[in-house]
């Protein structure tokens, strides 16, 4: 999974001011509702473009041939996209008046869909009190505009463990290096833990353990202590306890915790369907540990996925979008949705749904929110991706310090920030 953002150069444009909103519209009570778009005079149909796996696609024909039997004026064409692909080809189509009419994707699209005025803020109808807290200000700005409907919460890192092989998750970071150490034999190619060690949205929640985030008052803080006690951590993991594979990505990660050969992975909720049907009741699900030594857990960014709408919907057209947003997020909705992704709901009343609370691998992955931090969408956290990762690759390697990395990042993030914002 990448986290950068295809830049367009000089092709940026102001927001476009197409909804307006007052506060108290944005804090209204959930008694007060939308009034319902108007259904179509003719037949419409949307556009959705996606980056879900093969068997989620099926599910989502299902649910959207379930809509269309209730809205038989309205149409949802499905297609399907890698996940750079979806963005690059969306942002291109769309500055150019085209595009899709939806796009299903996480947070991380709003930051530069909304700068380049591509999408359209949904206040007016979202009515967030509706979903959980963190889901909308993943795609809130610091205008208070919420940039996308929430279909679902998560997309967090989880621990997760092969119990043929650790009978219970550790609960610290101490005791995970102790037991991975115990399992791994390189040479046998088994290992005790593994992750996508090279890349910073894994990378970050370690430093949470520390006491330390990667912004303080919306200003990145790269050279902090915590940050130097993450990255020694980290490499420690591969050159000093060597508990991990050398160079593993995601690929490998994923490889080897579904062929058995390592016991326990760092790896997102997106994952939970294909591990449970791989693993069964031998897989656990647990929150991320804390550090001994600190008492502080590890923090993982949570959002979610989400509906962006096209800019340049309006009229009939964006009556039958909002006509299709709500039904996704009405608990009939939320409840085909969950059962065919087993993600977690966005909606709030769903957490005592009982495809939610009495599903314990979903109940579990709930835990794994509890220490969690709304993921920024704005085009801030791009740019410290972008200047954590060669960094972090130069540590694990052996080839940086962690004291010279952190004073790098710094000053990369600060100005690959200005560059974004020009």
């Known amino acids: 999974m990448t986290y950068l953002i295809s830049r367009v150069s000089g092709l940026l444009v102001p927001l476009p001011v197409l909804l307006t909103i007052s506060l108290a519209i944005l804090l209204r009570p959930l008694a007060v509702q939308a009034a319902a778009p108007a259904a179509p005079s003719s037949p419409v149909e949307l556009v959705l473009w996606e980056h879900e796996y093969d068997e989620i696609q099926k599910s989502l024909d299902l649910i959207f041939r ?118 791994t034999k390189s040479d046998k ?77 760092i790896n997102g909720d997106w994952e939970l369907d294909r591990y449970r049907k791989n693993l069964g009741d031998q897989l656990i699900v647990a929150p991320l540990p804390r550090m001994g030594a600190t008492g502080k857990p590890m923090v993982p960014y949570v959002s979610g996925k989400y509906l962006f709408l096209n800019a340049k919907l309006k009229g009939p057209r964006l009556d039958a979008a909002k006509k299709f947003t709500e039904f996704m997020v009405s608990p009939e909705g939320q409840e085909k949705l969950t059962k065919a992704t087993r993600r977690l709901p966005a909606l709030k009343s769903m957490d005592q749904n009982p495809v939610v609370s009495g599903d314990p691998v979903l109940q579990a992955s709930m835990l794994g929110l509890v220490h969690g931090q709304p993921m920024p969408m704005g085009i801030e956290l791009r740019a410290v991706w972008d200047a954590i990762r060669p960094q972090l690759q130069g540590v694990m390697a052996g080839r940086t310090q962690p004291k010279d990395a952190v004073v790098i990042m710094q000053k990369d993030a600060l100005v690959k920030i200005k560059e974004l914002k020009m």
């Open 66 to 183: 379930d809509f269309e039997k209730a809205n038989p004026g309205i149409k949802i064409k499905r297609s399907h996209f890698k996940t750079e692909d979806l963005r690059t080809q969306f942002q291109t189509a769309a500055l150019g008046g085209g595009g899709a009419d939806l796009v299903l994707a996480p947070n991380d699209f709003a930051g530069g869909f909304s700068i380049m005025g591509i999408i359209q803020p949904v206040n007016d109808w979202v009515q967030p009190d509706r979903f959980n807290a963190e889901v909308t200000k993943a795609v809130t700005d610091p205008q208070q505009k919420i940039w996308g409907m929430p279909l679902s919460r998560g997309n967090h890192l989880l621990l997760l463990v092969n119990k043929k092989l650790v009978p219970k998750a550790p609960e610290t970071i101490e005791e995970l290096v102790k037991v991975a150490g115990s399992l």
């Open 189 to 265: 190619g088994t290992y005790g833990l593994a992750y996508n060690l090279n890349e910073p949205y894994w990378f970050v929640t370690f430093l949470g353990a520390f006491g330390e985030s990667l912004f303080v008052n919306g200003q990145p803080k790269l050279d902090s202590q915590g940050m130097i006690d993450a990255l020694t951590l980290v490499q420690n993991f591969k050159i000093k306890d060597k508990i991990i594979p050398t160079d593993c990505d995601y690929t490998c990660a994923d490889t080897l915790f579904m062929d058995g050969k390592v016991a326990m992975i």
